[in-house]
């Protein structure tokens, strides 16, 4: 039995949410979380086996197959969408403070970004009247021609531990406004969010089936990936893991949607002030820890002004205080687990060994005895080709690396195997259109660290297969189907 003095926010810890009741798992295993700024546990939740794997996928098919969910309008599950995110309101406290113990985000941001769930469940909720769900077109065979956008069926939504509640809902919410019945596999190191949705869920009296929640590791994760009765794989995660799972899918023809790793360039023109870019680069690079896929990791400068941003970087990171993520003044706080941060310590040790010069930090803090803490960390005369130039560190660490001149430059910016964000700091915005459109990733921001999940989110190369986000993310929940239909060409359906 799990003390319920380790999750006082939850209501159901011992506990997965499958077919709309709380169950029991298959054994007593449970997954400890550990508080990222003290090292202590935070909470214990239950950990699901195989067994509970299938009970889930049944649970989802059954619901899918012959529950009321895909025969609703979508009208009609917008309203549950909108209920969802009233509730997900009322839980932003908790939800706040589960973001700041599991993944060491500063509370300070954890709160308002704790609503940005909610407005994804209200946006999805709102494109019920708008998204053209059956189109009208022209045949070459006489009649009516509709092409009408149905369900994929059963999809399996694997969450990342950083901003877990965003990335949950970013998947959650078109699903089921698609129609789509789910399962919502949580990260051991982050299950707060998940199965504080099931709570929800469960409160509202949404249909049995329709969402289950389980905790599990990837071993056990892969069986929702390999069952034939998941009908799609939508994953966030690393691009390790994402070609596993495409390679999973492809060998039984399974729709995926992949958002997986960056190592995103933000580009410096000549005209732009250094000690501007300075200031708007640094404290991006610190949100979430830089524990973010799309983060301007790598800033390219012209050579000739390498020395004078390396400058105004170093300052600007050496500024920043280390500390407590529920401390009122601190702006950076600890990685999310004891392995993370050794990873980035080893990514600082390899940066060095391969003669990048170290410009900032690359140590523990002193002030930080517990917790997974790392100081802002900066290297300049970084190859292009470097390790810490070429793979995802997720941490707060940057490199500067020089170019020759704007064409070296956009060359810079596309060596690399990802491609999910980018920037151009220039003051001419036609600079910024002409040198971002040369520039291969999914984003490109104009002046800073700039994404938009309500227009779209995702990657070139080994940054992920899809978007995520506004309407192009519902598409991928849904199959066009074209239909024929002897009747006036203007025929519509009743």
């Not at 950990?47 to 895909?70: L, N, T, V």
């Not at 932003?92 to 113990?101: D, K, R, T, V």
């Not at 005209?271 to 610190?286: C, R």
């Not at 790598?298 to 050579?303: E, G, N």
Request: net charge negative.
């Amino acid at each position: 039995m799990i003390d319920q003095a380790f999750h006082p926010s939850l209501t159901h810890p011992d506990s997965l949410y499958i077919d709309g009741t709380w169950v029991r798992p298959e054994t007593d295993a449970i997954f400890t979380v550990i508080a990222a700024h003290s090292g202590s546990a935070f909470a214990r939740v239950a950990e699901a086996g195989p067994a509970d794997i299938h009970r889930a996928i049944a649970a989802a098919r059954q619901a899918f197959d012959k529950g009321p969910w895909p025969r609703m309008s979508h009208v009609e599950r917008a309203a549950w969408l909108n209920l969802i995110a009233q509730k997900l309101t009322e839980r932003a406290p908790a939800l706040a403070a589960a973001q700041s113990n599991q993944m060491g985000i500063l509370a300070s941001l954890a709160a308002p970004g704790s609503y940005a769930g909610t407005m994804i469940f209200t946006n999805y909720a709102a494109l019920a009247e708008t998204y053209p769900f059956v189109e009208q077109h022209k045949t070459i065979t006489g009649g009516a021609g509709l092409l009408v956008h149905e369900p994929v069926g059963v999809v399996a939504a694997i969450v990342p531990w950083n901003a877990p509640l965003s990335l949950m809902a970013l998947k959650v919410a078109p699903a089921l406004l698609a129609g789509c019945t789910m399962i919502v596999k949580a990260s051991p190191e982050a299950p707060t969010e998940a199965l504080i949705l099931a709570e929800i869920c469960d409160e509202i009296g949404l249909p049995a089936g329709v969402i289950n929640v389980v905790t599990a590791d990837r071993a056990v994760s892969e069986l929702l990936v390999r069952h034939p009765d998941v009908d799609k794989v939508s994953f966030t995660g690393s691009s390790a893991a994402g070609r596993q799972i495409a390679a999973i899918c492809g060998e039984r023809i399974a729709r995926c949607t992949l958002e997986l790793g960056g190592k995103s360039a933000a580009v410096l023109l000549e005209d732009y002030d250094v000690e501007q870019a300075a200031q708007q680069l640094a404290a991006p690079l610190m949100y979430m820890n830089g524990q973010v896929c799309a983060a301007l990791t790598r800033i390219v400068v012209p050579r000739r002004r390498q020395a004078v941003f390396t400058d105004a970087m170093a300052a600007a990171f050496a500024a920043i205080k280390v500390g407590d993520p529920f401390a009122e003044d601190s702006q950076l706080g600890p990685l999310a687990t004891e392995s993370q941060r050794h990873r980035v310590e080893g990514y600082i040790q390899r940066g060095q060994a391969e003669g990048a010069t170290l410009a900032a930090g690359g140590k523990r803090p002193a002030q930080c005895n517990a917790g997974w803490f790392v100081e802002p960390t900066l290297f300049c005369d970084v190859n292009p080709n470097a390790t810490i130039a070429q793979e995802e560190i997720f941490g707060p660490v940057a490199v500067i690396i020089p170019a020759d001149d704007e064409d070296h430059a956009i060359a810079i910016a596309n060596n690399s195997p990802f491609g999910l964000n980018s920037a151009v700091f220039t003051q001419d915005p036609q600079d910024a259109w002409r040198v971002g459109r040369q520039i291969r990733a999914g984003t490109v921001g104009h002046n800073g660290f700039k994404v938009d999940f309500n227009i779209a989110f995702g990657g070139f190369k080994q940054s992920g297969i899809g978007r995520e986000g506004g309407a192009i993310g519902l598409r991928a929940y849904l199959e066009p189907k074209t239909m024929l239909i002897d009747a006036a060409e203007d025929w519509v359906p009743a």
